[in-house]
């Protein structure tokens, strides 16, 4: 079993950039594809990026793309999100989630461990 803790969150203005953080403890990450969620104000959760176990293979909730970037370090256990030109519409409680299984997916249901999230909050 794998515990996921989530950091870097803050409230930033449209256009600003924030590193989400998601730290490892108990097991390898490199056992586990990763994947980043978030859950809007009143709104589902939604598939934000994921990362396959060696970090060759990303993919991008249409959304995100070009703006967002994930990435892992399999030797210090962390999984990272790049958040750039931030917009209104990216506040939100931005969870990490491990899947172990191979097939990688966007669907949360799919993914074994989850963190507890962290707050971005973007406004003027």
């Known amino acids: 079993q794998v515990q996921l803790v989530e950091s870097g969150g803050g409230s930033v203005q449209p256009g600003g950039s924030l590193i989400l953080s998601c730290a490892a403890s108990?097991?390898?990450?490199?056992?586990?594809?990763m994947g980043w969620f978030r859950r809007a104000p009143g709104k589902e959760r939604e598939f934000v990026a994921l990362?396959?176990?060696?970090?060759?293979?990303?993919l991008y909730a249409d959304s995100v793309k070009g703006r967002f970037t994930i990435s892992r370090d399999n030797a210090k256990n962390t999984v990272y999100l790049q958040i750039d030109s931030l917009k209104p519409e990216d506040t939100a409680v931005y969870y990490c989630?491990?899947?172990?299984?191979?097939?990688?997916?966007?669907?949360?249901?799919?993914?074994?461990?989850w963190g507890q999230g962290t707050q971005v909050t973007v406004s003027s």
């Open positions: 989630a491990a899947e172990v299984s191979v097939f990688a997916s966007r669907r949360a249901s799919e993914y074994d461990y």
């Open positions: 108990g097991r390898t990450l490199s056992s586990y594809i």
């Open positions: 990362v396959n176990r060696s970090g060759g293979t990303t």
